[in-house]
Protein backbone atom coordinates (compact mmCIF):
# COMPACT_ATOMS: atom_id res chain seq x y z
CA UNK A 1 0.00 0.00 0.00
CA UNK A 2 1.38 3.45 -0.53
CA UNK A 3 0.95 5.30 2.30
CA UNK A 4 2.77 8.54 1.89
CA UNK A 5 -0.20 10.43 1.24
CA UNK A 6 -1.36 9.09 4.76
CA UNK A 7 -1.72 11.32 8.10
CA UNK A 8 0.41 10.48 10.58
CA UNK A 9 -1.26 8.50 12.87
CA UNK A 10 -1.90 5.98 9.82
CA UNK A 11 1.76 6.00 8.98
CA UNK A 12 2.19 4.72 12.46
CA UNK A 13 0.43 1.78 11.89
CA UNK A 14 0.63 0.96 8.23
CA UNK A 15 4.16 2.65 6.43
CA UNK A 16 6.81 0.31 6.31
CA UNK A 17 5.12 -2.49 7.37
CA UNK A 18 4.63 -5.68 5.14
CA UNK A 19 2.41 -9.30 4.92
CA UNK A 20 4.38 -12.41 4.14
CA UNK A 21 2.75 -14.90 1.87
CA UNK A 22 0.40 -16.28 4.89
CA UNK A 23 -1.18 -12.75 5.00
CA UNK A 24 0.48 -11.97 8.46
CA UNK A 25 -0.90 -8.87 10.19
CA UNK A 26 2.38 -7.67 11.54
CA UNK A 27 5.66 -7.67 9.37
CA UNK A 28 7.18 -10.79 10.76
CA UNK A 29 10.51 -10.81 12.76
CA UNK A 30 13.56 -12.24 10.05
CA UNK A 31 15.65 -14.28 13.04
CA UNK A 32 18.41 -14.78 10.52
CA UNK A 33 21.66 -13.75 10.08
CA UNK A 34 22.19 -14.53 6.27
CA UNK A 35 20.37 -14.92 2.93
CA UNK A 36 20.90 -17.74 0.72
CA UNK A 37 21.18 -17.05 -3.07
CA UNK A 38 19.14 -18.73 -5.46
CA UNK A 39 22.38 -19.52 -7.95
CA UNK A 40 25.51 -18.03 -8.58
CA UNK A 41 23.83 -15.41 -10.70
CA UNK A 42 21.97 -13.78 -8.34
CA UNK A 43 24.40 -13.73 -5.63
CA UNK A 44 26.41 -12.00 -8.31
CA UNK A 45 23.31 -9.77 -9.44
CA UNK A 46 22.74 -9.28 -5.44
CA UNK A 47 26.28 -7.56 -4.94
CA UNK A 48 25.95 -5.74 -8.04
CA UNK A 49 23.24 -4.37 -6.89
CA UNK A 50 21.68 -4.82 -9.88
CA UNK A 51 18.97 -6.89 -7.93
CA UNK A 52 17.56 -5.76 -4.76
CA UNK A 53 17.36 -8.56 -2.09
CA UNK A 54 19.19 -9.26 1.04
CA UNK A 55 22.65 -10.49 1.68
CA UNK A 56 23.76 -10.81 5.65
CA UNK A 57 22.14 -9.08 8.25
CA UNK A 58 24.47 -6.02 8.97
CA UNK A 59 23.95 -4.96 5.40
CA UNK A 60 19.92 -5.15 5.60
CA UNK A 61 17.13 -7.56 6.48
CA UNK A 62 13.58 -7.18 6.02
CA UNK A 63 12.01 -6.63 9.64
CA UNK A 64 14.87 -4.07 9.95
CA UNK A 65 14.18 -2.39 6.41
CA UNK A 66 10.51 -2.43 7.42
CA UNK A 67 11.44 -0.28 10.64
CA UNK A 68 14.03 2.18 8.58
CA UNK A 69 11.00 3.00 5.82
CA UNK A 70 8.17 3.64 8.68
CA UNK A 71 10.75 5.88 10.23
CA UNK A 72 12.16 7.44 7.39
CA UNK A 73 8.50 8.52 6.29
CA UNK A 74 7.25 9.70 9.62
CA UNK A 75 10.55 11.88 9.58
CA UNK A 76 9.60 13.11 5.58
CA UNK A 77 13.16 11.91 4.48
CA UNK A 78 15.00 9.84 2.11
CA UNK A 79 15.79 6.87 3.77
CA UNK A 80 16.01 5.61 7.24
CA UNK A 81 18.90 3.86 9.35
CA UNK A 82 18.29 1.54 12.20
CA UNK A 83 21.30 1.01 14.74
CA UNK A 84 21.81 -0.90 17.59
CA UNK A 85 21.37 1.75 19.77
CA UNK A 86 21.50 6.10 20.26
CA UNK A 87 24.78 6.25 20.78
CA UNK A 88 25.23 3.91 17.74
CA UNK A 89 23.67 6.54 15.78
CA UNK A 90 25.67 9.45 17.15
CA UNK A 91 29.13 7.73 16.97
CA UNK A 92 27.96 6.75 13.00
CA UNK A 93 27.28 10.55 12.09
CA UNK A 94 30.50 11.82 13.81
CA UNK A 95 32.33 8.89 11.86
CA UNK A 96 30.56 9.30 8.50
CA UNK A 97 31.48 13.69 8.74
CA UNK A 98 34.41 14.05 10.41
CA UNK A 99 37.82 13.43 9.41
CA UNK A 100 41.15 14.41 10.98
CA UNK A 101 41.75 18.14 11.41
CA UNK A 102 37.96 18.94 10.80
CA UNK A 103 35.82 20.30 13.13
CA UNK A 104 32.25 20.10 14.75
CA UNK A 105 30.17 22.53 16.75
CA UNK A 106 27.56 21.15 19.22
CA UNK A 107 25.18 22.02 21.82
CA UNK A 108 26.53 22.08 25.11
CA UNK A 109 23.76 20.44 26.94
CA UNK A 110 23.51 18.15 24.30
CA UNK A 111 23.10 13.90 25.78
CA UNK A 112 26.43 13.71 27.98
CA UNK A 113 27.81 10.89 25.75
CA UNK A 114 27.24 12.64 22.63
CA UNK A 115 29.50 14.93 23.99
CA UNK A 116 32.11 12.05 25.89
CA UNK A 117 32.90 10.64 22.56
CA UNK A 118 33.86 13.83 21.13
CA UNK A 119 36.36 15.32 23.76
CA UNK A 120 37.47 11.31 24.06
CA UNK A 121 37.72 9.42 21.72
CA UNK A 122 37.18 11.68 18.54
CA UNK A 123 39.73 13.94 19.94
CA UNK A 124 42.46 11.39 19.98
CA UNK A 125 41.60 11.12 15.90
CA UNK A 126 42.27 15.27 15.42
CA UNK A 127 38.57 16.10 15.68
CA UNK A 128 38.14 19.48 17.46
CA UNK A 129 34.77 20.09 19.28
CA UNK A 130 33.21 23.48 20.20
CA UNK A 131 30.46 23.25 22.44
CA UNK A 132 28.20 26.55 22.58
CA UNK A 133 24.69 27.50 23.81
CA UNK A 134 22.42 26.70 20.67
CA UNK A 135 19.48 28.52 22.00
CA UNK A 136 21.77 31.40 20.71
CA UNK A 137 22.44 31.76 17.44
CA UNK A 138 25.13 34.16 17.35
CA UNK A 139 26.70 31.73 19.25
CA UNK A 140 26.64 29.25 16.41
CA UNK A 141 27.69 31.49 14.03
CA UNK A 142 30.94 32.69 16.14
CA UNK A 143 31.63 28.85 16.14
CA UNK A 144 32.35 28.63 12.82
CA UNK A 145 35.34 28.09 11.25
CA UNK A 146 36.96 27.13 8.06
CA UNK A 147 37.15 23.50 8.89
CA UNK A 148 33.80 23.10 10.51
CA UNK A 149 31.88 19.94 9.02
CA UNK A 150 29.28 19.39 11.02
CA UNK A 151 26.62 21.14 12.99
CA UNK A 152 25.00 19.15 15.71
CA UNK A 153 22.09 19.89 17.32
CA UNK A 154 19.99 18.53 20.48
CA UNK A 155 16.75 20.69 21.05
CA UNK A 156 14.80 20.33 23.67
CA UNK A 157 18.34 20.09 25.63
CA UNK A 158 18.60 18.49 28.62
CA UNK A 159 18.12 18.74 31.63
CA UNK A 160 17.80 23.10 31.19
CA UNK A 161 15.28 22.39 28.33
CA UNK A 162 16.89 25.16 26.28
CA UNK A 163 15.71 25.06 22.88
CA UNK A 164 17.52 25.74 19.60
CA UNK A 165 15.82 27.37 16.86
CA UNK A 166 16.35 24.39 14.01
CA UNK A 167 15.23 26.35 10.87
CA UNK A 168 17.46 29.40 11.39
CA UNK A 169 20.12 27.64 12.66
CA UNK A 170 20.36 25.13 9.59
CA UNK A 171 20.29 28.13 7.48
CA UNK A 172 23.39 29.90 9.11
CA UNK A 173 24.91 26.68 9.04
CA UNK A 174 24.11 25.80 5.03
CA UNK A 175 25.69 29.25 4.35
CA UNK A 176 28.85 27.82 5.16
CA UNK A 177 28.19 24.37 3.64
CA UNK A 178 27.81 22.95 6.89
CA UNK A 179 25.39 19.05 7.38
CA UNK A 180 23.05 20.18 10.38
CA UNK A 181 22.18 17.12 12.26
CA UNK A 182 19.41 16.89 15.19
CA UNK A 183 18.75 15.39 18.15
CA UNK A 184 15.24 14.22 18.14
CA UNK A 185 14.79 12.00 20.57
CA UNK A 186 13.04 14.12 23.12
CA UNK A 187 10.17 14.95 20.78
CA UNK A 188 9.93 11.96 18.38
CA UNK A 189 8.67 12.64 14.83
CA UNK A 190 4.88 13.74 16.71
CA UNK A 191 6.09 16.42 17.92
CA UNK A 192 9.12 17.66 15.51
CA UNK A 193 10.41 17.48 12.43
CA UNK A 194 13.78 18.48 12.10
CA UNK A 195 14.17 17.86 8.08
CA UNK A 196 11.03 19.48 7.31
CA UNK A 197 12.73 22.59 9.23
CA UNK A 198 15.94 22.42 7.12
CA UNK A 199 18.16 19.65 8.81
CA UNK A 200 19.61 17.15 6.97
CA UNK A 201 19.72 14.65 9.37
CA UNK A 202 16.88 13.25 12.31
CA UNK A 203 18.62 11.28 14.46
CA UNK A 204 17.05 9.25 17.51
CA UNK A 205 17.47 6.90 20.91
CA UNK A 206 14.50 4.54 19.79
CA UNK A 207 14.68 3.25 23.67
CA UNK A 208 12.56 6.49 24.07
CA UNK A 209 10.00 7.56 23.37
CA UNK A 210 9.53 5.96 20.00
CA UNK A 211 9.95 2.67 21.23
CA UNK A 212 7.93 4.05 24.84
CA UNK A 213 7.84 0.42 26.32
CA UNK A 214 11.56 0.80 28.46
CA UNK A 215 12.17 -2.85 27.46
CA UNK A 216 14.94 -2.57 24.53
CA UNK A 217 17.69 0.25 23.55
CA UNK A 218 18.50 1.37 19.75
CA UNK A 219 18.95 4.22 17.65
CA UNK A 220 17.88 5.62 13.99
CA UNK A 221 19.35 8.08 11.58
CA UNK A 222 16.73 9.64 8.99
CA UNK A 223 18.57 11.63 6.29
CA UNK A 224 16.64 14.35 4.02
CA UNK A 225 18.88 13.38 0.89
CA UNK A 226 20.12 10.50 -1.14
CA UNK A 227 23.96 11.35 -0.59
CA UNK A 228 23.93 12.01 2.93
CA UNK A 229 21.89 8.94 3.14
CA UNK A 230 24.22 6.48 1.78
CA UNK A 231 27.13 7.88 3.45
CA UNK A 232 25.79 7.16 7.05
CA UNK A 233 24.44 3.39 6.04
CA UNK A 234 28.23 3.07 4.20
CA UNK A 235 29.41 4.18 7.43
CA UNK A 236 26.83 1.41 10.05
CA UNK A 237 28.06 -1.46 7.39
CA UNK A 238 31.34 -0.95 8.29
CA UNK A 239 31.53 0.19 11.47
CA UNK A 240 28.59 -2.58 12.17
CA UNK A 241 26.02 -0.77 14.75
CA UNK A 242 22.92 -2.49 13.28
CA UNK A 243 19.98 -3.39 14.94
CA UNK A 244 18.61 -6.78 15.59
CA UNK A 245 15.55 -7.95 13.59
CA UNK A 246 13.94 -8.65 16.93
CA UNK A 247 15.10 -5.45 18.09
CA UNK A 248 13.30 -3.58 15.00
CA UNK A 249 10.45 -5.97 15.67
CA UNK A 250 9.32 -4.42 19.17
CA UNK A 251 9.87 -0.74 18.29
CA UNK A 252 7.88 -1.42 15.06
CA UNK A 253 4.72 -2.98 17.55
CA UNK A 254 6.02 -0.08 20.11
CA UNK A 255 5.50 2.58 17.66
CA UNK A 256 2.14 2.23 16.67
CA UNK A 257 0.79 3.79 19.69
CA UNK A 258 3.53 6.95 19.40
CA UNK A 259 0.54 9.39 19.09
CA UNK A 260 -1.68 8.04 21.70
CA UNK A 261 1.22 7.68 24.52
CA UNK A 262 2.20 11.24 23.58
CA UNK A 263 -0.87 12.90 23.58
CA UNK A 264 -1.66 11.18 27.72
CA UNK A 265 2.16 12.01 28.58
CA UNK A 266 1.96 15.87 27.35
CA UNK A 267 -1.61 15.85 29.39
CA UNK A 268 -0.02 14.66 31.84
CA UNK A 269 2.72 16.55 32.13
CA UNK A 270 1.11 20.10 31.31
CA UNK A 271 -0.94 19.13 34.77
CA UNK A 272 1.68 18.18 36.83
CA UNK A 273 3.68 21.16 35.93
CA UNK A 274 0.87 23.80 36.71
CA UNK A 275 1.02 21.56 40.17
CA UNK A 276 4.97 21.81 40.77
CA UNK A 277 4.80 25.75 39.30
CA UNK A 278 2.26 26.20 42.74
CA UNK A 279 4.21 23.81 45.27
CA UNK A 280 5.72 26.34 47.78
CA UNK A 281 8.68 23.93 48.03
CA UNK A 282 9.70 24.24 44.60
CA UNK A 283 11.70 27.02 43.19
CA UNK A 284 11.01 26.67 39.45
CA UNK A 285 10.12 24.78 36.74
CA UNK A 286 10.92 24.51 33.36
CA UNK A 287 8.48 22.51 30.71
CA UNK A 288 8.00 24.51 27.36
CA UNK A 289 4.08 24.23 28.11
CA UNK A 290 4.32 26.66 30.63
CA UNK A 291 3.59 30.35 29.24
CA UNK A 292 6.25 31.31 31.81
CA UNK A 293 8.63 28.94 29.78
CA UNK A 294 11.42 31.66 28.75
CA UNK A 295 11.00 29.80 24.83
CA UNK A 296 7.31 29.10 24.89
CA UNK A 297 6.97 31.16 21.65
CA UNK A 298 9.54 28.82 19.98
CA UNK A 299 8.29 25.68 21.30
CA UNK A 300 5.05 26.91 19.71
CA UNK A 301 6.43 27.57 15.92
CA UNK A 302 8.77 24.60 16.00
CA UNK A 303 7.26 22.02 17.87
CA UNK A 304 3.15 20.29 18.34
CA UNK A 305 3.28 19.98 21.79
CA UNK A 306 5.19 20.39 24.65
CA UNK A 307 6.17 16.87 25.21
CA UNK A 308 6.78 15.20 28.36
CA UNK A 309 9.65 15.87 30.42
CA UNK A 310 9.69 18.34 33.34
CA UNK A 311 13.06 19.87 35.18
CA UNK A 312 12.45 21.26 38.45
CA UNK A 313 14.29 22.84 41.03
CA UNK A 314 13.53 22.48 44.58
CA UNK A 315 14.28 24.88 47.55
CA UNK A 316 16.07 22.82 50.17
CA UNK A 317 18.70 22.04 47.20
CA UNK A 318 20.80 18.86 47.40
CA UNK A 319 19.41 17.28 50.72
CA UNK A 320 15.58 17.90 49.28
CA UNK A 321 16.42 16.53 46.55
CA UNK A 322 17.44 12.94 47.83
CA UNK A 323 14.66 13.37 50.48
CA UNK A 324 12.41 13.88 47.18
CA UNK A 325 14.12 10.82 45.87
CA UNK A 326 13.38 8.55 48.93
CA UNK A 327 9.88 8.82 49.20
CA UNK A 328 8.70 8.76 45.76
CA UNK A 329 6.49 5.36 45.26
CA UNK A 330 4.87 5.45 42.22
CA UNK A 331 7.26 7.25 39.74
CA UNK A 332 10.82 4.70 39.11
CA UNK A 333 14.05 6.43 40.33
CA UNK A 334 15.76 5.95 37.06
CA UNK A 335 17.20 7.90 34.55
CA UNK A 336 15.63 7.28 30.37
CA UNK A 337 12.56 9.00 29.49
CA UNK A 338 10.00 8.33 27.24
CA UNK A 339 8.10 5.23 28.28
CA UNK A 340 4.40 4.18 29.67
CA UNK A 341 5.95 4.70 33.37
CA UNK A 342 6.76 7.87 35.30
CA UNK A 343 10.55 8.29 35.88
CA UNK A 344 12.64 10.26 38.26
CA UNK A 345 15.86 11.42 38.62
CA UNK A 346 17.85 13.97 40.63
CA UNK A 347 21.20 14.39 39.09
CA UNK A 348 22.84 15.99 41.65
CA UNK A 349 23.12 12.81 43.76
CA UNK A 350 22.59 10.28 40.46
CA UNK A 351 23.63 10.75 36.90
CA UNK A 352 26.44 13.81 38.07
CA UNK A 353 27.21 12.72 40.91
CA UNK A 354 30.48 11.67 39.40
CA UNK A 355 30.99 15.42 38.30
CA UNK A 356 33.39 17.80 40.74
CA UNK A 357 30.07 20.63 42.25
CA UNK A 358 32.15 23.35 39.69
CA UNK A 359 31.84 21.81 36.65
CA UNK A 360 28.21 20.32 37.43
CA UNK A 361 27.05 24.02 38.38
CA UNK A 362 28.75 25.50 34.92
CA UNK A 363 26.69 22.63 33.36
CA UNK A 364 23.40 24.12 35.10
CA UNK A 365 23.02 20.91 37.15
CA UNK A 366 22.23 22.78 40.55
CA UNK A 367 21.80 21.17 43.86
CA UNK A 368 18.24 20.64 43.83
CA UNK A 369 17.64 19.95 40.31
CA UNK A 370 14.97 17.29 39.73
CA UNK A 371 14.19 15.32 36.36
CA UNK A 372 11.12 13.88 36.09
CA UNK A 373 10.06 12.07 32.73
CA UNK A 374 6.13 12.01 32.71
CA UNK A 375 4.34 8.55 32.12
CA UNK A 376 0.89 7.79 30.78
CA UNK A 377 -0.51 6.85 34.54
CA UNK A 378 -3.30 8.61 36.28
CA UNK A 379 -1.98 11.79 36.50
CA UNK A 380 -4.14 11.99 39.99
CA UNK A 381 -1.06 9.33 40.81
CA UNK A 382 1.30 10.84 39.67
CA UNK A 383 0.71 14.67 41.04
CA UNK A 384 -0.78 12.68 44.55
CA UNK A 385 2.64 10.78 44.30
CA UNK A 386 4.65 14.00 43.93
CA UNK A 387 2.89 15.28 47.10
CA UNK A 388 3.45 12.96 49.31
CA UNK A 389 7.28 12.96 48.59
CA UNK A 390 7.25 17.13 49.22
CA UNK A 391 5.21 17.02 51.91
CA UNK A 392 8.62 14.89 53.47
CA UNK A 393 10.80 18.29 52.77
C1 LIG B 1 19.18 8.22 25.55
C2 LIG B 1 19.63 9.27 24.64
C3 LIG B 1 20.65 9.06 23.70
C4 LIG B 1 21.43 7.76 23.64
O1 LIG B 1 20.61 6.70 23.28
P1 LIG B 1 20.86 5.17 23.72
O2 LIG B 1 19.73 4.47 23.08
O3 LIG B 1 20.83 5.14 25.24
O4 LIG B 1 22.20 4.77 23.22
C5 LIG B 1 20.98 10.08 22.84
N1 LIG B 1 20.33 11.27 22.89
C6 LIG B 1 19.36 11.52 23.78
C7 LIG B 1 18.69 12.84 23.79
C8 LIG B 1 18.97 10.54 24.69
O5 LIG B 1 18.00 10.81 25.58
Partial sequence: MDTKNLGFNSKLIHAGDFHDEFGSAVTPIYQTSTFAFRNAQHGADLFAGKEKGFIYTRIGNPTIEALENKLAELENGCGGIALSSGMAAVTTVYMAFLGQGEHIVCTSAVYGPSRGVLESHFAKFGVQSTFVDSSNLKEIEDAIRPNTKLLYLETPANPTIALTDIKKASEIAHKHGIIVVVDNTFCSPYLQKPLDLGADVALHSLTKFINGHADIVGGALVAKDTAIYQKLRKTMVYMG??????????????????SLRIDRAQENSMKVAEYLE??????????????SFQQYQLAKEQMKGPGAMISFELKGGYDAG??????VHLALLAVSLGGVESLIQHPASMTHAGLPKEARLQADITDGLIRYAVGIENVEDIIADLDHALAKI
Fill in 241 to 258: GNMDPHQAYMVIRGVKTL
Fill in 322 to 327: VTLMNN
Fill in 278 to 291: KHPKVAWVKYPGLK
